[in-house]
């Protein structure tokens, strides 16, 4: 098992089962044939941390010790791999800077698998790749756990910016940790060597740069999530969005080796990235958090060579050019021969006046980890009656001292799963107020009040909170797609009925099709979703041609 150094300080500490996990004799016997074997006379650095294209290392005698520091502080942390266990992490996938750079200690045997061979040796051998690539997911989440890396965000309380930046650095699942200017003294002094003023901040600071009140996309470029989408390709096809639908998209295009690039613009995961847990997912009998199904996607296409590119947003596309021409926030274009719309849809807004100023100040659109650490103990509003609010509903009765929900109509049953349901009504921490609408929101930089009132009899109840979670369903997020494809009267993409050239996912125009929620008359689940992104690869094949009729 392997070894670490330094990081007791780093709380909570417990390695998961898996994040180190040893290749077999056999795995490693049949591994050397993808790869190049030496013996290092000396400790010699097989790459550094923050470094682009790491190769794989598998440890065949001896050690390598893997190693980060901490962009504030120095201090390095280090992670010792024994025979058996290999090098990287998530970076593998990818063309993004390795967290953790790693050295041979003298006397070592490495066998070095680089990069042109590695995608070749995770698909023709099978039972490493899946042993690499789980070991590889549990590594990120641990990572993710401890800040592994050594980036810091200095924060300024519990400010809208702060909150921001952290929810974004976590659905990303990039580690990192935050230190608060108003709470640490850590923080002030670190704050007053980097000259940094209260108005400078949140700052992100990394070993190579610092940014200070960064916009998400520019602190996206510097992490390398972005990726960089070279213009002058013309992809086989381009995936707009990146929630399950997409995904699935890509998995399945790139499986079949397609050239696939996926374009997001906030996070992969998209709505179901920000579920607490999916419970009616075919195959997670206990449920799965939607942060963890879409790592596994995600991790599931760059696998099979897909590019998912983050903080991308696609605002317009050419439809009248052979190869369709798809721009970007950044004023660059893609082009791609197949084109799939899978940008699903984004929350509505609560119509009451305030409502902006304490957006990421007590107002919550997900129930995520990020979301619910300050709402333990205290009183809480959520307002809705779909399965996204009733699952926040169970989820957060675990944690705050009392749940409050709002529906607009007299019962909850047309409009969420029978099984959430009954544990709602059955549950003494959360009470229903049917027919009732949030009618103000008080507070002054947080919030801290919020007032209801009942349709049925006019009675107003105002309550001491700061939190408020608004799930009252969604709007498709189409247009970028202005007068390119038929949308129907609500604004989703309206597809085929299924002729037989077309399949039942083509739009109105040939070559550009739409999966998930942001299709005309989809039924708005993650299976659905993840079932149409897999099934239309069939007809961009056809499409394309490559696959015959
Ligand atoms: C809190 C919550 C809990 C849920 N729980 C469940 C559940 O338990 N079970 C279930 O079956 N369903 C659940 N759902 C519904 C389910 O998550 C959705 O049906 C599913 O995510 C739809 O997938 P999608 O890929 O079509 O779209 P989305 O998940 O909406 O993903 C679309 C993606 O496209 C991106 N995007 C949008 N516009 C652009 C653009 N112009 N450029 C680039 N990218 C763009 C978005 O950022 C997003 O990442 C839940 C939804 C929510 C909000």
């Not at 070894?3 to 500490?13: D, I, K, N, R, V």
């Not at 200017?181 to 850590?186: A, F, G, P």
Request: some cysteine.
């Amino acid at each position: 098992m392997a070894t670490f150094e330094g990081l007791a300080s780093l709380q909570p500490f417990s390695v998961p089962l898996g994040a180190y996990a040893k290749l077999s004799p056999d795995q490693l016997a049949r591994a050397t044939r993808y790869g190049i074997e030496r013996t290092y006379t000396c400790a010699t650095r097989l790459y550094r941390q923050s470094e682009r294209w790491a190769d794989l290392y598998i440890v065949l005698a001896g050690a390598v010790q893997t190693v980060w520091s901490d962009a504030i502080n120095g201090e390095e942390y280090f992670i010792t791999l024994e025979p058996g266990e290999f090098s990287g992490e998530l970076n593998l996938l990818n063309q993004r800077e390795t967290l953790i750079g790693a050295r041979a200690l003298e006397g070592s045997t490495i066998l070095r698998i680089p990069r042109e061979r590695l995608r070749e040796f995770l698909i023709a051998e099978t039972d490493i790749s899946e042993q690499v690539v789980w070991t590889i997911v549990q590594r990120r989440q641990w990572f993710v756990q401890i800040g592994v890396g050594g980036l810091v965000m200095i924060a300024d309380g519990e400010s809208g910016d702060s909150e921001r930046l952290a929810r974004f650095l976590a659905a990303n699942s990039y580690p990192f940790r935050s230190i608060d200017l108003s709470r640490s003294s850590e923080s002030r002094s670190v704050a007053q060597e980097r000259g940094l003023q209260e108005a400078d901040l949140p700052a992100v600071i990394s070993r190579k740069w610092m940014l200070k009140r960064p916009q998400l996309c520019a602190l996206a470029d510097k992490l390398g999530i972005s990726e960089d989408v070279r213009e002058g390709i013309t992809w086989d096809v381009l995936v707009v969005g990146a929630g399950p639908a997409g995904l699935a998209t890509a998995v399945y295009a790139a499986s079949e080796g397609l050239r696939t690039l996926v374009l997001d613009n906030y996070a992969a995961g998209g709505q179901a990235g920000t579920s607490s847990r999916i419970e009616n997912y075919l195959g997670f009998s206990n449920g799965v958090s939607g942060a963890e199904l879409a790592k596994q996607a995600q991790v599931q296409a760059e696998k099979f060579g897909a590019t998912v590119a983050i903080c991308r947003s696609v605002t317009g596309i050419d439809c009248s050019e052979e190869a369709f021409l798809v721009g970007l926030n950044d004023d660059k274009a893609v082009a791609a021969r197949a084109v799939v719309i899978a940008t699903g849809a984004k929350y509505r807004k609560l119509n009451v006046a305030e409502l902006e100023r304490f957006e990421g100040a007590g107002i919550h659109y997900s129930a995520t980890p990020v979301d619910v650490r300050t709402c333990v103990g205290q009183p809480i509003v959520i307002v809705g009656g779909g399965n996204s609010a009733g699952q926040a509903a169970m989820f957060l009765s675990a944690r705050a001292s009392h749940v409050h929900m709002l529906i607009r109509g007299p019962r909850l049953s047309s409009t969420m799963s029978d099984y959430l349901v009954q544990r709602i009504l059955a549950s003494k921490a959360i009470t229903l107020h049917p027919r009732s609408e949030v009618v103000s929101l008080e507070g002054t930089t947080h919030l801290s009040h919020v007032t209801w009132q009942s349709r049925a009899t006019g009675e107003k109840t105002r309550l001491e909170t700061e939190h408020l979670f608004v799930m009252i369903g969604a709007d498709p997020c189409t247009a970028w797609l202005r007068d390119c494809v038929n949308l129907d009267a609500n604004g989703f993409v309206r597809t085929s009925s299924g002729s037989e050239d077309r399949g039942p996912f083509e739009t109105s125009v040939r070559g550009i099709f739409a999966v998930g929620d942001a299709r005309s008359g989809s039924i708005k689940r993650v299976a659905s979703a993840v079932g149409e992104g897999s099934v239309v690869v069939a007809g961009i094949h056809r499409y394309l041609g490559t696959f015959g009729a």
